[in-house]
């Protein structure tokens, strides 16, 4: 099973930073590998799918890159309604496999 | 508009089958795949398996024994079966279209193993 490890677990940063979520596959995935947020009491939301292919409507503050096993997000500019917890997952092989997630919160 | 829709018991006594429905409208089946994923309360997602537009499934091997996903494509509906429930089981249980990323999930439905 490939193990996603996803760095930090948890961040405070402020509004109007650039963050940077990182998650690392514990062998090649490829491109195979989504980004997710989730805030309290509501469904995951698909963020990058691909590795950094930005889903339909979500902003272009939000950039995946990455290859083979490290995968990186970044916000540009973070504003109030991105605190959420973010995971990636990954699909290159089976079992998919999520991180555990980084949580972010306002400093 | 892609919809999907979980339903379930809600509360399911250990060693018991649980039993879930995924009911989705604006896709067909046949020419899209649902994964099952599910989230423990308070922790983080845990992908359990896919049923393919071809109607083949893959399961997470640390469930495999337990679990099976069907589909009844005239009725839209996708079904999660899991034996031997224990208390760790109790989670969100949600189901998602496949297609260029999981996108849109359900609303998902709660499930407590509890006697």
């Known amino acids: 099973e490939t193990v996603m490890t996803q760095s930090p677990t948890s961040m405070s940063t402020s509004i109007g930073e650039r963050v940077t979520l990182n998650c690392k596959a514990s062998?090649?995935?490829?491109?195979?590998v989504d980004w997710y947020q989730q805030t309290p009491g509501q469904s995951p939301k698909l963020l990058i799918y691909?590795?950094?292919n930005r889903h339909t409507g979500v902003p272009d503050r939000f950039t995946g890159s990455g290859f083979g096993r490290d995968f990186t997000l970044t916000i540009s500019n973070m504003e109030a309604e991105d605190l959420a917890v973010y995971y990636c997952?990954?699909?290159?092989?089976?079992?998919?496999?999520f991180g555990s997630g980084t949580k972010l919160e306002i400093k | 508009q892609v919809q999907l829709k979980e339903s379930g018991p809600g509360l399911v006594q250990p060693s018991q089958t649980l039993s879930l429905t995924c009911t989705v409208s604006?896709?067909?089946?046949?020419?899209?795949?649902v994964s099952w994923i599910r989230q423990p309360p308070g922790k983080g997602l845990e992908w359990m398996g896919v049923?393919?537009?071809?109607?083949?499934?893959d399961y997470n091997s640390a469930i495999k024994s337990r679990l099976s996903i069907s589909r009844d494509t005239s009725k839209s509906q996708v079904f999660l079966k899991m034996n031997s429930l224990q208390t760790e089981d109790t989670a969100m249980y949600f189901c998602?279209?496949?297609?260029?990323?999981?996108?849109?999930w359900g609303q998902g439905t709660l499930v407590t193993v509890s006697s």
């Open positions: 998602a279209r496949n297609r260029r990323g999981m996108m849109p």
């Open positions: 604006g896709l067909s089946l046949t020419s899209n795949s």
């Open positions: 049923i393919w537009s071809n109607g083949g499934t």
């Open positions: 062998q090649s995935v490829g491109i195979n």
């Open positions: 691909g590795a950094s």
């Open positions: 997952l990954q699909y290159g092989s089976i079992p998919f496999t």
